[in-house]
């Protein structure tokens, strides 16, 4: 989005260590050479979201899936618009769910307008491949 890489959530050393689950969204600019400026926290989420995967589409950023707070696999999609300065809005559950919790999810391209979430790990490995709905450009 406006030559930026975003990065949602994390995590800071093992799955195992719940003190170093990251809340934070980072933001760094994409050069003119292509190389990154400097990261700049520019939201803090209420829960933390490890293993996720993160997208960005128009003017909204995308978080699909992930073991949120360190305790369970979630189905949700959280979504946040982002200002004219890039800064994601406040964040929000998407209506649209995945058809299971699943992490490991790792990357959801973007195609069409549509996000694909394929693959990963809920309470067993995933194989599905899911599909969502038309997103807002």
């Known amino acids: 989005h406006r030559d930026a890489i975003y990065l949602v959530g994390g995590i800071a050393a093992t799955p195992r260590d719940v003190d170093q689950l990251r809340r934070d969204v980072i933001r760094a600019p994409i050069l003119a050479d292509g ?21 960005v589409q128009g003017d909204a950023v995308y978080l699909v899936g992930g073991v949120e707070n360190g305790r369970r696999y ?56 899911y599909v969502s709905g038309p997103l807002p450009r």
């Open 35 to 55: 190389r990154l400026g400097a990261w700049d926290t520019v939201s803090v989420m209420d829960s933390s979201y490890v293993t996720a995967a993160a997208a």
């Open 74 to 129: 979630t189905d949700g999609v959280q979504v946040a618009r982002l200002g004219r300065d890039g800064r994601p809005g406040a964040w929000t559950t998407a209506a649209g769910r995945l058809p299971a919790g699943r992490a490991h999810v790792h990357q959801v391209p973007l195609v069409g307008g549509r996000l694909y979430s394929v693959a990963g790990l809920g309470a067993a490995p995933l194989a599905e491949v």
